[in-house]
């Protein structure tokens, strides 16, 4: 569901992924809850604390993705950063969205 979500699908065609689930049926209220709660666990990640630290590697990764946007498919470009924290784990420190760039060759 989340991911039908991130990806832009829309309310009619999540009711009918559910519905291959074997779950009767959704409402638009109720995507649209769920759809709430993503948005609420995307601010928090975006704004806690980075606490992870000190941090030995820190790198950067752009990634393209194709989403929707006013009814056209469009190339986005998302910035990644990645740590390696105290006990030596990766960790994503954040993700932005800072370019919006239309390539041609």
Do not use: C
Not at 46 to 61: A, I, Q, S
């Amino acid at each position: 569901m989340a991911t039908s979500y991130l990806l832009g699908v829309s309310t009619r065609r999540v009711d009918k992924l559910v519905e291959q689930l074997g779950i009767t049926g959704i409402s638009k209220s109720q995507v649209s809850q769920m759809a709430k709660v993503l948005d609420e666990q995307v601010e928090a990640f975006r704004t806690r604390p980075l606490d992870g630290g000190p941090y030995t590697f820190v790198w950067l990764d752009a990634l393209t993705q194709k989403v929707r946007e006013g009814g056209r498919t469009v190339n986005v470009h998302a910035l990644v950063a990645t740590a390696v924290n105290a006990n030596g784990q990766r960790e994503i420190l954040g993700l932005d969205e800072p370019l919006r760039l239309s390539w041609r060759p």
